[in-house]
T-cell receptor
Framework: NAGVTQTPKFRILKIGQSMTLQCAQD?????MYWYRQDPGMGLKLIYY???????DKGEVPNGYNVSRSTTEDFPLRLELAAPSQTSVYFC?????????????FGSGTQLSVL | GESVGLHLPTLSVQEGDNSIINCAYS??????FIWYKQESGKGPQFIID?????DKRQGQRVTVLLNKTVKHLSLQIAATQPGDSAVYFC???????????FGTGTRLKVLA
């Protein structure tokens, strides 16, 4: 199993550009999440999904969109990139088995908006 | 990558000593807690978890202690090794929700 795979690893965007961060998991997890991690801060939830076709906002959804057409994939879309979106983005998934809801994380995408 | 955790509290320990990393959690309704290790340029990696009906759980070289009275969680690493150098952070969850609250982390430096 590859686990949670994120692409790209690094990206530089100009203000106003758009891009999609890709995330795929091969563990058949029903729950998937997007977090951002700013220096010296904890992870903040952007969006999450409890299954294909179902998504919901987290703590910091503004400026982002998601879709979940399959169990495996959960892309994150930035429509009009702003400097405030410079961050490291992590995708995660979980199965929420009885007694354990641990999150499995991808290796992250470091995004700079200039 | 390297930009994560620039201003985190740092714990420096000698190789072979035990490390104790602390975390204060915020929500008294949280009933599930996880410790993660994050190495530079990588995603967080699961270390150990504990539910609120326990106060101690042991893994391989790691122990998590939970004190619900003061909302405190600690991670003990026995015989700390150079490979343990990383940022460690805790996460809390109320199993009735999908929201995990993450701490800001502690950087562990292992001195040779």
């Amino acid at each position: 199993n590859a686990g949670v795979t994120q692409t790209p690893k690094f990206r530089i965007l100009k203000i106003g550009q758009s891009m999609t961060l890709q995330c795929a998991q091969d563990m058949n997890h029903n729950y998937m999440y997007w977090y951002r991690q700013d220096p010296g801060m904890g992870l903040k939830l952007i969006y999450y999904s409890v299954g294909a076709g179902i998504t919901d906002k987290g703590e910091v959804p503004n400026g982002y969109n998601v879709s979940r057409s399959t169990t495996e994939d959960f892309p994150l879309r930035l429509e009009l990139a702003a400097p405030s979106q410079t961050s490291v983005y992590f995708c995660a998934s979980s199965h929420r088995d009885r007694g354990s809801e641990k999150l499995f994380f991808g290796s992250g995408t470091q995004l700079s908006v200039l | 990558g390297e930009s994560v955790g620039l201003h985190l509290p740092t714990l420096s320990v000698q190789e072979g000593d035990n490390s104790i990393i602390n975390c204060a959690y915020s929500n008294s309704a949280s009933d599930y807690f996880i410790w993660y290790k994050q190495e530079s340029g990588k995603g967080p990696q699961f270390i150990i978890d504990i539910r609120s009906n326990m106060d101690k759980r042991q893994g391989q070289r790691v122990t998590v202690l939970l004190n619900k009275t003061v909302k405190h969680l600690s991670l003990q690493i026995a015989a700390t090794q150079p490979g343990d150098s990383a940022v460690y952070f805790c996460a809390e969850n109320n199993s009735g929700t999908y929201k995990y609250i993450f701490g800001t982390g502690t950087r562990l430096k292992v001195l040779a």
